[in-house]
């Protein structure tokens, strides 16, 4: 330390006028900026009017000892974090575990020596520098943390009603599209036909990222109730909704299981995982797609599948599948990259995991695992609460 440096200011509190003289010149010498009191009242005020870096407090002095004029100095929210350090002499007996109750932080022994009381000063006024930043950087992370919770909501509102309004015009699209297409397929060309096609193979398409995007912002914060699944319905609803792209690329589904076991789960998001498995595999898989569906179960919980007979993938593309907008090839059919992304986040949100077994030239086996349930589900007459068919998170 130099003379000329600013080390912080500190606050003697003594009744000996001595002690406060060699201190307040020794300290004074290197570059601390000192304040002194001859009692605790007084030490008080000057501590409301200028608030200290550190304080050295003698212990006994009349009226109000170290101990009331410390707790006194903690009790007060703008004081309670200076760091005090009490001062007592050899010949005194002071219960130091009372001092540190009230909230000291060290003890000097008088007389003091000159080396030991700038070394606990230094080391007190270095921690409570590192504390003070140490808060600072928390009341900034805290400060950002709300500001990006309100951007985040407002963004997801935003996101909400955008995806609400471009669903009408939308829908309007791909009805009258299909309409045209079905009153018109007798009597225009080919050319002209296939453009119509188009329009409605892309409002469908343009729908089901709407739809995606939307569950994508429910399974952030939609409070779910984990109930007994039946896969059999879902699966069969699935295929239903999937019946035309089933028949188009000549697929085959093949269901292993006689019975399923029963998960838990919340049946919307769960019909979705299995529309995008098996659409993928459908996708994706050989020509013609050949695709199997089962479920194995494990130690408190059921891993359901569906393999397919498609080239495989490599260990980086696997590592790639679930990231948002993330496509793996453009050799092969794009999709919009949400998907699996969406089928990780609700599958999570259900208590269960996501996964892909899969080697080049051998296939892919697409699994997700969700808790098991000793109770059979309630029949719901072949019925699903899915959300709209046209929509899904197929990816």
């Not at 504390?131 to 309100?150: H, P, R, Y």
Request: aromatic share 6%; proline share 5%; charged share 20%.
């Amino acid at each position: 330390m130099t003379n000329n440096s600013y080390q912080g200011t500190l606050l003697i509190v003594d009744d000996m006028p001595t002690n406060l003289k060699m201190l307040f010149s020794y300290l004074r010498q290197l570059g601390f900026k000192v304040l002194v009191a001859q009692n605790g009242e007084d030490a008080l005020v000057r501590v409301a009017h200028a608030p200290p870096d550190l304080i050295l407090l003698d212990v006994m002095m009349p009226q109000m000892d170290g101990f009331e004029t410390c707790g006194r100095l903690k009790e007060n929210e703008a004081t309670r974090d200076i760091p005090v350090i009490f001062m007592t002499a050899l010949s005194e007996t002071v219960d130091k575990v009372k001092g540190f109750e009230v909230g000291a932080v060290d003890y000097i022994t008088k007389p003091v020596q000159h080396e030991e009381v700038l070394a606990r000063i230094t080391t007190h006024l270095t921690l409570r520098r590192l504390q003070k930043t140490l808060e600072e950087k928390n009341q900034l992370l805290e400060q950002q943390n709300i500001q990006l919770k309100e951007q985040n909501a407002e963004l997801e509102a935003f996101a909400h009603t955008v995806a609400h309004d471009l669903k009408n015009p939308l829908s309007g699209i791909t009805a009258l599209s299909s309409l045209l297409v079905y009153k018109l397929a007798s009597s225009l060309e080919a050319q002209s036909l296939d453009l119509l096609q188009r329009i409605k193979q892309s409002g469908l398409k343009m729908a089901n990222i709407i739809d995606a995007l939307l569950l994508l912002a429910s399974s952030r914060h939609q409070k779910v109730d984990m109930d007994p699944l039946s896969m059999v319905e879902m699966i069969t609803s699935v295929q239903q909704r999937l019946a035309h792209t089933i028949e188009e690329s000549q697929g085959e589904i093949v269901i292993s299981p006689e019975e399923w076991p029963t998960a838990l789960g919340y049946a919307p998001w769960i019909e979705e995982v299995w529309a995008n498995y098996i659409s993928n595999g459908l996708k994706y898989g050989g020509r013609p797609p050949h695709l199997e569906l089962g479920a194995t179960p494990e130690k408190g919980h059921i891993r359901f599948w569906v393999r397919d007979n498609g080239e495989g993938l490599t260990s980086e593309q696997q590592s790639q599948l679930f990231v948002p907008f993330t496509r793996l090839s453009t050799a092969r059919v794009e999709g919009h990259g949400l998907g699996l992304s969406i089928v990780q986040r609700v599958i999570n949100r259900c208590g269960g995991q996501v996964g892909v077994e899969s080697q080049v030239g051998q296939g892919s086996r697409f699994y997700f695992t969700l808790p098991a349930s000793e109770i059979a589900p309630a029949s719901t007459s072949g019925k699903t609460n899915r959300p709209n068919p046209e929509g899904g998170i197929n990816n």
